[in-house]
């Protein structure tokens, strides 16, 4: 009866549920913005013009009026919070929908962790589209808690949330024709197929295309994004905590290519939802950065929702789903009011909407962490070594020799030149894997920081002055059950946040876990960080599909070659 009712309203024959009167409603169809009131009968728009009769009116005194924002390419996990917790802080920003890989559970806990996010999104009240993990795990050169095949995640085809195949992160599986790579394309090949592939072009990049992949978020030059667009990718802008592309990749934007350009998030932690925003503050800052407000506007929105098929989002018009932003200012958006399917959820930075009920769900334990066989001395094989040069501006990290630091025969840490001890601890089968290596950047003078968030197998990542604080980091996570944590001067315990779920999420508000991660953040630069997220940064030093050099717990990986290397030159 819903859509028998809307068509009578759209007709003018009965009264709508809702009408937005004088509203300037920003057409993301036509680029025009106009007066007019918006009728809503249920979860839909019924009809766009005047002379509707309404149960309930809402006067937006001529405030703009667009379609609710879209993240094109979002790990919810990154924010450590569940679904319920993240859609709080997102959909105070405007944004009603994203698009998720919910790879970072799938890699601890398989199809298990999938159906614990689809269910944890039931009933709230975002949009939480998934695309199916494509590579758990991400590579051979890792230990991961799980492997999803083709056949794994064929039954995902044909969940109504789930749109298609997640980034292929395993560009070299593509490009040289791994066949459990391609049976994932093959399976998925009439849904949609996302990409990454980090500096790959040319021939190499061509072949990577021709398999059917269709977008790339990993661009960090207008050059490289460039090249991509050129060939047919859809180029999702990131703008992460830890990988910041917007400003660089703006100036690629023109009036002609721009339909085929999205934003998205990627990797956000909860200070920059909270603080900054989402998808809006990318808007906010591409038009301070001279992009036209309604280019940047459909950047987030229609030209998302067109990519992935999504029919009745991304546009205010008659039959699509009424998931909308009221704002003041076009030059300084900022959601003054929220509206998904209908009802209003958010005003003035504060939920409406209450928080859904939510059932209790029993995942096995993700920590299973061989303290007996914990050893992070390196014996002095050489003179030189390979070192990773971390940063917390980007997850492309540099690839230095430099002269190893040797007492009594071991490898050590060198705060002088800020070369410090970073080890990989497999977690997911007790297997007493440890990779060991040594990475600057992080600045550290005293302790270790660890933690279960390490992209993207999650295992326990640990960086420290010294192995005694080294390893009292890794007891204090196993004994948190997952989590972050920092340690100095191999006993004392100065700062945890606890991630129950999968070692990587808490269901506690995202304020606590906020505040929590701030205590991380400030006993951190006690201990001589420069990061402004060391714990960030640290979560992408084992990621080895992004160069160009990582540590996993099989060892230290050259990206650029894709193979494990000897730490010792």
Known sequence: MGLIDRIQVARGDSPADLALRNAQLVNVITGEIYTTDIVIQGSHIAAIGTGYDAKKEMDVGRRYVCPGFIDAHVHIESSLCTPPEFARAVLTHGVTTVVTDPHEIANVLGLEGIRFMLERAKHGPLNMFVMASSCVPATTMETSGARLEAEDLAPLMSHDWVLGLAEMMNYPGVIFSDEGILDKIVTFGAKVLDGHAPAVTGKQLNAYITAGIQSEHECVTVEEAMEKLRLGLTIFIREGTTTHNLRTLLPMVTPENHRFICFCTDDRVPASLLDEGSIDYMIRVAIEHGIDPMTAIRMGTVNTAEYFGLREHGVIAPGRRADMVVFSDLKNLRAEMVFRGGKLVAENGKMISEKPPQRPIDLRSSMNVRMDSLDFSIPANGTKI????????????????????????????????????????????????????????????????????????????????????????????????????????????????????????????????????????????????????????????????????????????????????????
């Open 386 to 569: 390979h070192v990773i040069g971390g940063t917390d501006e980007q997850v492309v990290t540099e690839h230095h020799i430099e002269d190893a630091k040797i007492v009594d025969g071991q490898a050590v840490s060198d705060t002088e030149r800020d070369i410090l001890k970073m080890a990989v601890v497999e977690r997911h089968r007790a297997s007493g894997n440890i990779g060991k290596a040594f990475i600057k950047g992080f600045g550290l003078k005293r302790g270790a920081l660890a933690g279960t968030v390490a992209h993207d197998h999650h295992n326990l990542v640990v960086i420290g002055v010294d192995d005694a604080s080294m390893k009292r980091a890794v007891q204090a996570v196993v004994d948190i059950d997952g989590g972050l944590v920092v340690v100095v001067d191999g006993d004392a315990v100065l700062a945890t946040l606890p991630l129950p779920v999968a070692g990587l999420m808490s269901e506690a508000p995202i304020e606590q876990v906020r505040a929590d991660y701030d205590k991380l953040t400030a006993a951190a630069k006690q201990l001589g960080t420069t990061m402004n997220d060391p714990f960030m940064a640290m979560s992408f030093m084992a990621l080895e599909v992004i160069p160009k050099l990582k540590l996993t717990d099989v060892g230290l990986v050259d990206v650029e070659k894709f193979e494990i290397v000897d730490l010792f030159v």
